[in-house]
């Protein structure tokens, strides 16, 4: 029997409004980035793979929510290479209760299926924390709106355009010390 989250992302058509609205997000900043163009993936290595980059460079986005806090969405992102601890996302966050948002919401919300969601906040209009892990990448690389589309720019033009909250949230961050490097 198949996964009811993954058969409404398969019958779900992707729309390309996320993505038209990142690139002119970077564009109206004055950010650098490179867009490519590829076959539809479905999971981190499979993009990684695909773009010619090693998994550590992918910033990968989640969509949670925690229908206790205001507004009730929020997005994380690591490096797609590190394990998410949602226990210390909690403690980071304070958020109590943060589940992973359902298909149907990451629609509602962004627009997208699942592993399509680019890592910004800023244009969904929801709280983003990006985990210590992506700072050690000099260039990321992202699934931008469309799991047929990614987008490649520095980490540092990234956390200037962004201004995320950062912090450690990821199980291999967490082995390496508790406070975030800035």
């Known amino acids: 029997m ?31 980035f490179k867009v490519t163009t ?6 981190s290595e499979e993009a990684a793979a695909v773009r010619g980059v090693s998994l550590d460079s992918g910033a ?20 797609a290479s590190k394990r998410f601890s ?7 966050t304070g958020r109590k209760k943060i ?11 962004a627009r997208c299926v699942p592993g399509a969601v680019p890592p910004f906040g800023s244009i969904f209009e929801i709280p983003l924390w990006v985990d210590r892990s ?4 000099e260039v990321i690389n992202f699934n931008c709106g469309l799991r047929t589309a990614s987008i490649s720019m520095t980490y540092g033009d990234y ?5 995320p ?4 949230f990821s199980e291999e961050e967490m082995e390496l010390g508790d406070s975030a490097e800035t």
């Not at 949602?86 to 980071?92: D, L, M, P, W």
Request: net charge negative.
């Open 134 to 137: 992506l700072s050690r990448q």
């Open 38 to 43: 590829h076959r539809v993936v479905r999971t």
């Open 165 to 168: 909250n950062v912090d450690v």
């Open 2 to 32: 198949s996964d009811p989250q993954e058969q409404l992302s398969e019958e779900k058509e992707e729309d390309e409004a996320t993505s038209l609205r990142l690139k002119a997000f970077l564009q109206e900043a004055g950010i650098p």
């Open 159 to 163: 956390i200037t355009v962004e201004k």
């Open 86 to 92: 949602s226990k210390q996302f909690k403690k980071v």
């Open 99 to 109: 589940r992973f948002a359902t298909t149907e919401e990451l629609w509602e919300v």
């Open 60 to 79: 990968k986005a989640i969509l949670l929510k925690d229908s206790k806090s205001s507004p009730p969405f929020c997005l994380a992102v690591f490096s």
